[in-house]
């Protein structure tokens, strides 16, 4: 057993923009599909993210700025007032215990099945994902989303905006724009999921339009500092395709690199080539998460940190099992195994019943 030292630079603060974290393990998003038909948040999910709140930075559950943007079934949403209020509880709930969190915003696009959403999914074509999505009937394969028309992309931008504003109107640090793994911003993003014709597709900058759109309107509505965003260059989930994986990003980091965000958090192999040039086309702070394939072991967080190959990293499956994953990590104590079979929807079980080491 190695404790960590006070001096670990995992342990060690960081400035994200205006948000002020105590440490440099973050929790990541992670869908559990607990809240309500109606998206609203209620105490089971407060409690969840209350125990969670020595993460130096959480980062929420992707949670839908729109009805049409809901993707899977009982996730969260911050489009009404009732939701926004459950927000608030979460805020309180996490502040309380001296922690820090932002909301995630996804909206799905075409990774939607109108079962779950009851409305036809949009995206910038009209092509499906090819992967088939749980709903409450059982599984069944994704239709083709409508493709979104032109006058129609104002409105896009003016969700993120509202549901940012939200954010900061129930006491969230923040937002995290969700522009990874094949939701909706991804989709304008890659080559293999938008096919449009007009200024929203082709060229890489034309296909980082929207997301550049994005970025410029939520920073102006509740200042940059607070916002971040993440990204998940040559990533395959949720069926999308790129066979252009560096031209969009490129283009997208240029034009926002310098408008004084929050953070670019990136999901990418630690050993992908592509995360040094990305490292260096930002000037901001770093969030790195290594991705599905290997689960983040304490060491490896540290080497990242220490060696600056990111400021941050964000852990996902070892936070669903171990609330005090900082504490843990920090004291070299044993872990829990996270359980699968109760990642999404269900209730207290696998969800707010992991034990603390102080119980
Ligand atoms: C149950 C589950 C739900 C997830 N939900 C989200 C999500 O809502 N938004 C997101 O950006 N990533 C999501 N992810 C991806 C995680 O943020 C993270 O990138 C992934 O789990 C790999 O990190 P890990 O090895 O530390 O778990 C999810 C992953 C899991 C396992």
Redesign the pocket.
């Known amino acids: 057993m190695t404790e960590l030292s006070p001096e670990s630079p995992l342990l060690q603060p960081l400035e994200l923009g205006d948000i002020h974290t105590r440490n440099r393990v973050f929790m990541?998003?992670?869908?559990?599909s607990r809240s309500g038909d109606d998206g609203v948040p209620g105490d089971l999910v407060v409690e969840y993210y209350r125990q969670r709140a020595g993460a130096g930075l959480i980062?929420s559950?992707?949670t839908q700025p729109s009805a049409v943007g809901k993707g899977y079934t009982n996730?969260p949403g911050l489009h009404t007032d009732e939701q926004q209020a459950g927000w608030a509880k979460i805020a309180d709930a996490v502040h309380g215990e001296g922690g820090k969190i932002v909301v995630?915003l996804?909206h799905a696009g075409r990774v939607s099945h109108p079962d779950n959403s009851g409305l036809e999914a949009i995206a910038p074509s009209a092509i499906a994902p090819g992967i088939e999505m749980f709903t409450k009937g059982g599984s069944k394969e994704i239709p083709a989303p409508r493709e979104i028309a032109a006058d129609e992309i104002a409105r896009v931008v003016d969700v993120f905006v509202d549901a940012s504003t939200r954010a900061i109107e129930a006491g969230l640090d923040g937002v995290e724009l969700?522009a990874?793994?094949g939701y909706l911003l991804h989709q304008f993003l890659a080559d293999g999921a938008n096919h449009r014709t007009d200024s929203y597709g082709g060229s890489p900058e034309n296909r980082a339009r929207l997301v550049v759109e994005i970025v410029r309107a939520v920073s102006a509505a509740i200042g940059a500092g607070r916002v971040g965003i993440?990204i998940?260059p040559g990533g395959t989930?949720s069926g999308i395709t790129e066979d252009d994986t560096t031209g969009a990003y490129e283009a997208l980091l240029s034009q926002i690199d310098g408008l004084g965000l929050s953070y670019l958090h990136v999901?990418i192999d630690a050993e992908d080539p592509f995360l040094g040039k990305l490292r260096s086309a930002w000037s901001g702070p770093f969030v790195l998460?290594?991705?599905?394939?290997?689960?983040?072991t304490r060491d490896k967080a540290e080497k990242l940190v220490s060696d600056e190959i990111t400021d941050a990293v964000?852990?996902?499956?070892?936070?669903?099992a171990n609330p005090d994953l900082v504490t843990r990590w920090t004291h070299d104590t044993e872990l829990n195994t996270p359980d699968?079979s109760t990642?999404?929807g269900g209730g207290a079980e696998g969800y707010i019943d992991y034990p603390s080491l102080e119980g």
Do not use: D, K
């Open positions: 990541a998003p992670l869908t559990r980062v559950e992707g996730t995630q996804m969700h990874a793994n993440r998940s989930a999901l998460n290594t991705g599905f394939a290997a689960v983040t964000t852990v996902g499956r070892p936070f669903i699968e990642f999404y």
